[in-house]
């Protein structure tokens, strides 16, 4: 199907909506944006783009423009967190083939990825406010709080977590809390910090930090368990006090940071479960409105913008559009599962507690990052070797 021509509306101006509104205005379709802010903004926080997120960027012709403002990443490193002792350590620049790994502000990302779509003739329309989203024969009616509505020939839901999109093609679902929260926040650097992704390992918790923007700030996200619950969202400030309480009992690295922090936000953890329909008819979702995805494999970013290839090759080379969604699910939704299953798995391996199987699994890692460093990368060529810019 020539995307010459075709119109397609995007719901949300985020990395996945933004990406996807590339792709397919690179490939001919006339695509507008709507975006629900008064601006194309994003909270302060870090994000990590991997090889396989950094693979769509270059294909997109946004890869110089995100590693002018990101931070390469040099490798990752897993600590105990109460004595700032290194538990294992790995170079990308030995391991990894010379991949390319990025820490990047959010609000860089996006402002990359607006005037990629700038640039492809994506029109991008703000203070677009969604009521609610409903499906009749196979198309979607757009409602709009200001009143009025609209029937798009495509609609793409890249709304996020709270997707109308979403509801209108699975019903509503509701998530339900995993028992942990996180904090965010960023701190300025003092300067020496090394461009890794350092992950401070305790009883029920744990704290990573890395760099942005030429090394003078530092993204820290810090992860609890517990069964008091916290909203589901970003933008809940927290007192630093309590994160301080928190961590405590960690090494004066991780004190050191904390003494930084003036300014923090905390959100609940919840788990969405995968959508089961990702598009009916002439309508889809992608990104977290699709499968969101706990942070625990730095992944949510980068599993947006391989959706936003997937799904404008997927229409493509289709004959229909409706063929085309079909084949956009059946290539993505595969591996968004098993990328956030791994993410699940992880939160385990950081927050064991003291005891045999703490010191056994710490033991193993030593020996790993010794003896056998390239063995842990390969455990994981299966998300970042992934290329869905190549046949």
């Known amino acids: 199907?020539?995307?010459?021509?075709?119109?397609?509306?995007?719901?949300?101006?985020?990395?996945?909506?933004?990406?996807?509104?590339?792709?397919?205005?690179?490939?001919?379709?006339?695509?507008?944006?709507?975006?629900?802010?008064?601006?194309?903004?994003?909270?302060?926080?870090g994000l990590q783009i991997g090889p396989n997120?950094?693979?769509?960027?270059?294909?997109?012709?946004a890869g110089d423009a995100l590693a002018d403002c990101s931070v390469r990443a040099k490798g990752v490193s897993l600590l105990d967190g109460t004595t700032d002792k290194p538990v294992f350590g790995l170079d990308f620049?030995?391991?990894?083939?010379?991949?390319?790994?990025y820490f990047v502000h959010r609000a860089d990302l996006v402002d990359v990825l607006a005037e990629a779509a700038r640039k492809a003739g994506v029109k991008i329309r703000l203070l677009q406010q969604v009521e609610a989203v409903s499906m009749q024969d196979g198309h979607a009616h757009v409602v709009m709080k200001q009143g009025g509505g609209s029937s798009p020939d495509v609609l793409i839901g890249a709304d996020g977590l709270h997707s109308k999109v979403r509801v209108a093609l699975n019903g509503e679902r509701e998530p339900f809390f995993t028992r942990q929260v996180a904090w965010r926040t960023i701190v300025p650097a003092l300067g020496n910090e090394p461009a890794v992704a350092r992950v401070y390992m305790g009883?029920?918790?744990?704290?990573?930090?890395?760099?942005?923007?030429d090394g003078k700030m530092l993204n820290i996200v810090a992860v609890q368990e517990r069964d008091e619950w916290a909203a589901e969202g970003w933008n809940f400030r927290d007192d630093p006090a309590n994160l301080r309480a928190v961590f405590a009992d960690f090494g004066p690295e991780v004190q050191g940071l904390l003494d930084r922090v003036d300014d923090v936000y905390l959100w609940g953890l919840f788990r969405h479960p995968v959508a089961e329909n990702w598009h009916k008819g002439r309508v889809a979702i992608l990104g977290d409105a699709a499968h969101p995805t706990l942070p625990f494999m730095a992944q949510g970013a980068v599993m947006a913008l391989e959706d936003a290839w997937v799904l404008a090759d997927a229409l493509d080379k289709a004959d229909?559009?409706?063929?085309?969604?079909?084949?956009y699910q059946t290539r993505r939704r595969p591996r968004a599962a098993r990328v956030i299953?791994?993410?699940?798995?992880?939160?385990?391996?950081?927050?064991?507690?003291?005891?045999?199987?703490?010191?056994?699994?710490?033991?193993?890692?030593?020996?790993?990052?010794?003896?056998?460093?390239s063995l842990a990368m390969k455990k994981f060529d299966w998300i970042y070797k992934h290329d869905v810019t190549r046949a």
């Open 53 to 61: 997120g950094f693979a769509v960027m270059r294909a997109l012709g």
């Open 93 to 101: 620049q030995r391991f990894a083939d010379d991949q390319e790994y």
């Open 341 to 373: 299953d791994a993410a699940s798995k992880n939160a385990r391996n950081y927050h064991l507690s003291p005891g045999p199987l703490r010191f056994a699994a710490h033991t193993a890692l030593r020996l790993g990052s010794t003896f056998a460093p």
């Open 1 to 45: 199907m020539a995307l010459d021509g075709q119109k397609i509306c995007v719901l949300g101006a985020g990395i996945g909506g933004l990406a996807a509104a590339t792709a397919l205005a690179q490939r001919g379709a006339e695509v507008t944006v709507m975006e629900q802010s008064a601006e194309i903004t994003e909270v302060g926080a």
């Open 320 to 327: 229909t559009v409706e063929t085309g969604l079909v084949s």
């Open 203 to 213: 009883a029920g918790k744990h704290l990573v930090v890395y760099p942005l923007r």
